[in-house]
C-alpha cells in the first residue's frame, strides 16, 4: 500500500500508515523512507515506490490540489493505474468535504469522502479489510 498526500493533512494520514504498518502490512510513507530516500533523485525513486505497491490511497483535500509536488506524484500513480487497465489500485479520499474534479481520475472510480476529525475509524476499518482480501 501506498499513500499519496498533502504535508497539510499529514497527522490523519500518519495514524492510517501507523495502523497498517502495525497490522503486519507494508506501506510506503514518506516519514518511513527518509533514510532510504536521502539524497535521491525523488522523480526517479517515487515512481519506483507508487508501481510496486498493490494499492495507493490518495488522499484528495484543497491542499492536495494546490501544491507542485502532490501534482506530480497524481500524475505517476494515474499513469500507472492506466497502465493496470482498470484493475483495482487506485483508491481515492475525500478529504473534510473537498470534492471537486480531479483531472486524470474518472468519476466512475469508486471513492469515500472521510472527515479526518470523525471518520478515522471508518476509513481504517475499510484499508485493513482491503488489505486482508488482497492477501486473503
Not at 533523485?41 to 492536495?64: G, M, N, R, V, W
Not at 489500485?89 to 471513492?111: A, H, K, Q, T
Not at 475509524?121 to 479489510?129: A, G, T
Amino acid at each position: 500500500m501506498a499513500l499519496s498526500f498533502s504535508g497539510d493533512d499529514r497527522d490523519f494520514v500518519r495514524r492510517i500508515a501507523e495502523s497498517i504498518k502495525s497490522s503486519g502490512y507494508t506501506v510506503f510513507y514518506d516519514e518511513y523512507e527518509e533514510a532510504r530516500l536521502w539524497g535521491k533523485d525523488l522523480t526517479q525513486e517515487l515512481p519506483k515506490k507508487y508501481e510496486s505497491a498493490h494499492y495507493c490511497i490518495i488522499f484528495f483535500s484543497i491542499s492536495y490540489m494546490k501544491k507542485m509536488w502532490t501534482h506530480y506524484e497524481r500524475q505517476v500513480i494515474v499513469a500507472h493505474f492506466l497502465k493496470k487497465r482498470g484493475k483495482k489500485y487506485l483508491l481515492p479520499v475525500f478529504l473534510n468535504g473537498f470534492r471537486d474534479p480531479i483531472p486524470g481520475v474518472s468519476d466512475v472510480i469508486g471513492y469515500v469522502t472521510i472527515n479526518a476529525a470523525t471518520d478515522f475509524n471508518k476509513l481504517n476499518d475499510m484499508v485493513l479489510e482491503v488489505l486482508r482480501d488482497k492477501h486473503a
